[in-house]
């Protein structure tokens, strides 16, 4: 099992920035991509930005040049640094890894944290 903890959401007032981070614990050989995904109120979960094991990194359309992921494997920590926000960024963004077990597993599994909520004000 595998969990992750997000922090550092909060209210900040557009044009301000915000820095998540999300912490993996638990038990687990690798973990492959991790990255935030985000849900507003009333439509679906989608996309922020992912990161993979070899420093790859995939962000959505609408956050690429203002937003930065990052991830420090030695502390199991990804941040996702949010500059330049707009009221249009206020969702509940979630932590979400995709691992892999064990050495001899090539089976990924999938986790998502429990979410934090970042509120842009105009």
């Known amino acids: 099992q595998v969990q992750l903890v997000e922090s550092g959401g909060g209210l900040v007032q557009a044009g301000g920035s915000l820095r998540l981070s999300c912490a993996a614990s638990?038990?687990?050989?690798?973990?492959?991509?991790i990255g935030w995904y985000r849900q507003a109120p009333g439509k679906q979960r989608e996309l922020v930005a992912t990161?993979?094991?070899?420093?790859?990194?995939t962000y959505a359309d609408s956050v690429k040049g203002r937003f930065s992921i990052s991830r420090d494997n030695a502390k199991n920590t990804v941040y996702l640094q949010m500059n330049s926000l707009k009221p249009d960024d206020t969702a509940v963004y979630y932590c979400?890894?995709?691992?892999?077990?064990?050495?001899?597993?090539?089976?990924?599994?999938?986790?998502w944290g429990q979410g934090t909520q970042v509120t842009v004000s105009s």
């Open positions: 990161i993979n094991s070899g420093g790859s990194t």
């Open positions: 638990g038990s687990y050989f690798r973990i492959n991509d």
């Open positions: 979400n890894a995709v691992v892999r077990p064990t050495m001899i597993s090539f089976q990924l599994r999938e986790y």
